[in-house]
Nanobody
Framework: QLQLVESGGGLVQPGGSLRLSCAAS????????IGWFRQTPGGEFEGVSC????????DYADSVKGRFTSSRDIAANTVYLQMDSLKPEDTAVYYC???????????????????WGKGTLVTVSS
């Protein structure tokens, strides 16, 4: 059964860093693009990053560009989101999601994604 499990969320002060993990099971990352999404307490939903099946092609929302970095460990079948210089407006539930490479080359659009994790909460506050 295909499954995604996020971890690594928590409370961090402004300017701090967190690394989120998205562990995949039941499928290989070689055949799926992985997106990271977030939903703020106000309900805003945003696709923040995409890492494609190659592992080398990424793109980011303007709101996180230069601060967030997505990477992956094929051996661990896990994707990471390194978040630096965190701001209070980064507070959100973060989700990872997967889409098969034959469906699309993009992975920051909600309606394109096929499989979702349950999310992990990130709170940026002093």
């Amino acid at each position: 059964q295909l499954q995604l499990v996020e971890s690594g969320g928590g409370l961090v002060q402004p300017g701090g860093s967190l690394r989120l993990s998205c562990a995949a099971s039941g499928f290989s990352l070689d055949y799926y693009h992985i997106g990271w999404f977030r939903q703020t307490p106000g309900g805003e939903f945003e696709g923040v990053s995409c890492i494609r099946s190659s592992g080398t092609s990424t793109d980011y929302a303007d709101s996180v560009k230069g601060r967030f970095t997505s990477s992956r460990d094929i051996a661990a079948n896990t994707v990471y989101l390194q978040m630096d210089s965190l701001k209070p407006e980064d507070t959100a539930v973060y989700y990872c999601a997967a889409v098969h490479i034959t469906i699309t080359t993009m992975c920051r659009k909600y309606h394109d994604m096929q499989y979702w994790g349950k999310g992990t909460l990130v709170t940026v506050s002093s």
